[in-house]
Each structure stands twice: as C-alpha cells, then as structure tokens.
C-alpha cells in the first residue's frame, strides 16, 4: 500500500477520537442551551462557569429583586416586597389587564411564583453558609428566574 494512502487510513481510523478541548469550543454553553435570560448580570455566569453555582442562583435572584424594585417603585425586598406589589385588588406590577376570573387568578399565582422563590430559595442562600447547589439545580433555578424574568417582559414591564 503506498504510504500516502496508508497515512490516510490511519487518518480515518483515528477521527472519532477527538481532543475534550475541541468537544469544549464546539459545545454551546448551558445557558444556551437552556434558553436562559440573556441578560443577567455577567456576575451570574462568571460564578456559574467557575463553579459556584449557589452563588450564581443567588446573584440572580438579588437581580430578580432589584429588577421588581425598579419597576414597582417600592422600597423593601424578597418575600414582603413581592407579596406586595403584586397583590391586592390593583397591584403595583400587573401581569395582565385583570379583566377576568382567569386573569386574577394568574396574577395571584404570579405573586406567590415571586415572593415563594424569594422565600425558598433566595433566603436559605442568603441566611446560610453551607448550601452547595450541583450544576443541575442551579440550571433549575436559573430557568425559573428566567420565566418570571420573561413574564416581567411580556407584560410590558421591561
């Protein structure tokens, strides 16, 4: 067999092997592939990427906070402030025009969606040193943020 055509045989038998650098650069990130919120703050992604997944959560959802304070107006944070301007017969942060049955009842469900993810995940991680997420759950609860994110958008609110 002449060598050229021998170098190319073990060209081929050798394709399949591929350097996990090169898998790496070919692979989209998680937050991608998630179709997560695009625009956290980059804080959220460079404490993800280097594996601190807890505190990419809970950078996220201070930024969740901080976003309802901004559009609300209103002072205060997490549970309260959730409960808050979302609720009552003409809330602060309206989800939709709460002309229906079926409108109240999702704007109620918005607001327990807020302030419930303020309560069971944002304040462990705020009140608590040793709660270590696993890449799985943050994705969870990054995708999570994103749809109130997301609704805070279709609802005109950002």
Same mark, same amino acid.
């Given at each position: ?62 930024? @969740? %906070? ?5 559009? =609300? ?7 309260? /402030?959730?409960? *808050? ?23 109620k469900g918005y607001q ?22 696993? @890449? %799985? ?5 990054? =995708? ?7 609704? /805070?958008?279709? *609802?005109?609110?950002?």
């Open positions: 067999m002449p060598t050229s055509l021998k170098a190319f045989e073990n060209i081929c038998r050798r394709a399949h092997i591929v350097d996990e650098s090169v898998l790496r650069s070919v692979r989209s990130h998680p937050f991608e592939e998630r179709n997560l919120f695009p625009d956290f703050p980059k804080k959220v992604r460079k404490l993800f990427d280097d594996g601190h997944y807890s505190e990419a959560t809970f950078e996220a959802l201070k930024f @969740l %906070d901080k976003t309802v304070q901004r559009i =609300s107006g209103k002072r205060g944070s997490g549970f309260n /402030l959730m409960m *808050s301007v979302f609720g009552g017969d003409n809330p602060d942060i309206k989800i939709n025009a709460l002309c229906s049955e079926s409108e109240i009842d999702e704007q327990f969606m807020f302030s419930g993810i303020m309560s069971a995940i944002r304040n462990p991680k705020g009140h608590e040193h040793s709660i270590e997420d696993d @890449l %799985d759950t943050c994705l969870d609860h990054l =995708s999570m943020i994103s749809t109130l994110l997301r609704r /805070l958008i279709e *609802s005109g609110h950002i």
